[in-house]
Structure formats: C-alpha cells, structure tokens
C-alpha cells in the first residue's frame, strides 16, 4: 500500500535509529549499519517506481568476497587510489581504507546509499570521499583501482558496465569484480583470481554462504 502522504525521513537519522551496527558475516573486522525485519526501510526506501531498491542495506556475496579479499591481501590496494563502483554501504571501500589505500572514493546513484557509506566510514575510522552520480556513461576516474562488487545483477545494466571497465581498463585503471557467478556476469572477459565463501543477501541466498569469485578484467576481452 503506497503512503505518498508522509514525508520521508533524513537517511542518516534514519538508518542510525533503525539499521542496527553488526559485523558483516565472513569480515568481522568491519562493522556496517544493517537491515533487519523490524527495520521498516520502505520508510525511507519508497515504494514508488522509480525509486532505487535499497541493495545498500544488506551486504551482498560480490562486496563481501571483494572486501574479503582486500584485508586478505592489502598489498592489492595499499599506496594506491581506489574507486568503488556502485559502491551501496561502502564494504568495499572501506575495506580499501582498512587495507592501506592512500585515497578512496566510494561512487552509487542512491542519496541513501551514500549517507550510509558516511555513517559506516565512522564506525569503521576511515574515510571515504562520496559521489552520488551514475559514471558509467562518463570518462574513466582518475584512479589507480576501480573495485566493482555485485553489479551484474541485471542484463542491461551489465552491458553498460562491462563498457565502461573496458574503458577503464584501457586508461590504465586495474580492474577488480566481485561476484558470485550471477546470470549476466560475462565470465568469458573475466579471469578468477581468489574464491572466499561468504554470505549473501542478494538473489535468492538469503544470507545463506556461497563461494563467490574475485576478478580481473581480462586484457584479450
């Protein structure tokens, strides 16, 4: 039932009062602001068409094996520039942070999204420039690495992203995907680097444990 009545709430107000802190499961070394049952997220999610589903509010298998792996082998990202793409609650770019990345950029569409990368970058003391923007469609950021957890989740979308890492990758930019062989993964342009069982939220995993993959970008795609 659509309440288009009652004004939205401030994100951040919001997701401190009701998105409890926990560690993430797999990566108890970071914690994040996390949905649960009594959440009441519509409230500040919408219901409307056009608003963008709150992927942010859980942690999904392709963060959580990037995350994984980054505090498994900081020297991947230590010294160096990172861009999360789609970056949701900030997992991964925290992860970055933690492991010695000299700067971290975290990048999503969703204005929720990105109040509670700021809210989980202080839990965790790192921090994280924001920008809320869609980039696929613009020119490579100016990066070292670009890490891109759980964004072929949908066959159009998948097309446009897939361009723009190629389009990074040809600028110079390494290229790190994580995922837990979703439908519209383009497995042939990706070699698997690192697999890590971690929980997943997304899909129909329900938070249950799957292997998920790290990825590099192949140079021959």
């Given at each position: ?175 790190l995907i994580g995922d837990p062989m979703r439908v519209d993964l383009p497995q042939t342009e990706l070699r698997r680097i690192a697999t890590h069982a971690v929980a997943d939220f997304g ?6 444990a799957v292997q998920a993959g790290v990825f590099l970008l192949s140079s021959d795609g």
């Amino acid at each position: 039932m659509k309440r288009s009545g009652m004004p939205r709430p401030d994100p951040a107000v919001f997701i401190k009062a009701n998105l409890p802190i926990s560690p993430v499961p797999s990566i108890p070394e970071i914690l994040l602001h996390t949905a649960g049952p009594a959440s009441g997220l519509w409230r500040l999610a919408g219901r409307e068409e056009a608003d963008p589903p709150p992927y942010w509010a859980y942690p999904w298998a392709g963060g959580a094996v990037l995350a994984r792996h980054l505090l498994d082998r900081p020297e991947t990202v230590a010294g160096r520039r990172v861009v999360d793409l789609g970056a949701g609650s900030g997992l991964v770019a925290i992860a970055a942070a933690k492991a010695g990345a000299r700067a971290v950029t975290a990048v999503d569409i969703d204005a929720n999204a990105i109040a509670a990368i700021g809210l989980n970058a202080a839990i965790n003391g790192v921090t994280i420039a924001v920008i809320a923007a869609d980039i696929i469609e613009a020119s490579p950021p100016e990066t070292d690495v670009l890490v891109v957890g759980d964004l072929f989740y949908d066959p159009a979308l998948a097309v446009r992203v897939i361009a723009f890492l190629r389009r990074c990758q040809a600028a110079g930019v390494e290229v790190l995907i994580g995922d837990p062989m979703r439908v519209d993964l383009p497995q042939t342009e990706l070699r698997r680097i690192a697999t890590h069982a971690v929980a997943d939220f997304g899909g129909r995993a329900g938070g249950r444990a799957v292997q998920a993959g790290v990825f590099l970008l192949s140079s021959d795609g």
